[in-house]
């Protein structure tokens, strides 16, 4: 935070992103606001390392706007209403005020989007990587939160939209694929779009839900053993982008991305099977009894080994 202090940083661009409640963050914590009749917060919190979960020198504002958006998405997964946000930087020398404010300007790009404020947090300098965590508070009707437990034998799996393209994404940023033709696929690693109206619309109709930030067959995995069942899915039914099923086409092995890529943060959920898919939505399998995932591809199952996914 060269020539720029924790002070100046907190008094110039943090307060104006700041909620009522956070008295403009002058005071030693915040008042959270009132929820609604019969509501209940639901508070997650995820972290960001510079060489870890983002690249060196990475657009400050695009970060902003993911570290925002990966927390969003956890509160899309449990059908909460989103509320505010704290946050907590640990900046190293090279975020100055340049950086910081570009940081904040993708903060209130956000927060008009997802009408969200900032209700506090800490700021610190370290002589280690660049580090970020955000804790993002929802209001969700209270025991009506969509959990990973509730997914019944013979309820259909879905998924809200294509999966892959942020893996295919990341490899286009880090250089081992070409770029060209990519745009969609690094919008997608770099700016993901939490699922927050299909997650509130879920509520009392879904069994289970789970943001996809590991990738499907993980997270799909957790909804299995959460509810003591497992889940068969179809490789064919999963939604790719248009970039993704060409790259597919010319390179086989990247037919592992939708599966296991990771990053997506579309919603996998379950319905019972009478009722019909939200539009956008998108059928891929069943729960069934047992226990793990198993993925179809023609028919045949495929099991994940060393290098990726092949057949038994
Ligand atoms: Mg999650």
New binding site residues.
């Given amino acids: 935070m060269t020539g720029f202090g924790e002070f100046d940083l907190i008094r110039e661009l943090l307060a104006p992103l700041s909620g009522e409640g956070a008295f403009g963050l002058t005071d030693d914590a915040a008042v959270l606001p009132k929820l609604k009749h019969g509501e209940a917060w639901t508070v997650?919190k995820d972290a960001m390392v510079e060489g870890v979960h983002f690249l060196p020198d990475s657009d400050a504002s695009t970060l902003a706007r993911k570290l925002l958006r990966v927390n969003l998405?956890?509160l899309a997964?449990m059908g909460a209403r989103p509320v505010g946000y704290f946050l907590s930087l640990s900046l190293s020398d090279r975020q100055g005020r340049a950086w910081l404010t570009a940081f904040c300007d993708g903060l209130a790009l956000d927060q008009t989007e997802f009408a969200v404020a900032l209700y506090g947090g800490d700021t610190t300098s370290t002589p280690g990587p660049l580090s970020l965590s955000l804790t993002a508070m929802g209001a969700v009707t209270r025991g009506a939160e969509l959990r990973r437990n509730g997914a019944r034998a013979g309820d259909t799996v879905c998924v809200s939209g294509p999966l892959g393209g942020a893996a295919l994404g990341l490899r286009a940023l880090t250089g081992a694929l070409d770029p060209t033709g990519l745009p969609n696929a690094v919008r997608c690693y770099e700016l993901p779009e939490p699922q927050i109206a299909l997650g509130q619309a879920l509520v009392g109709v879904a069994t289970a839900c789970?943001?996809i930030?590991d990738g499907l067959v993980a997270?799909l995995g957790h909804i299995a053993r959460q509810s003591g069942l497992g889940a068969r899915i179809s490789c064919k039914a999963i939604p790719v982008l248009p970039e993704l099923a060409d790259a597919m086409a010319r390179d086989p092995s990247l037919a592992e991305l939708p599966l296991n890529g990771g990053d997506d943060y579309e919603l996998v959920f379950t319905l019972p099977p009478t009722v019909t898919p939200p539009p956008g939505a998108t059928p891929i399998g069943t729960i069934v009894e047992g226990e793990g995932v198993e993925v179809l591809k023609d028919g045949r199952p495929l099991s994940l080994s060393e290098g990726g996914w092949r057949h038994f």
């Fill in positions: 997650t998405s956890d997964s789970a943001d930030s997270d």
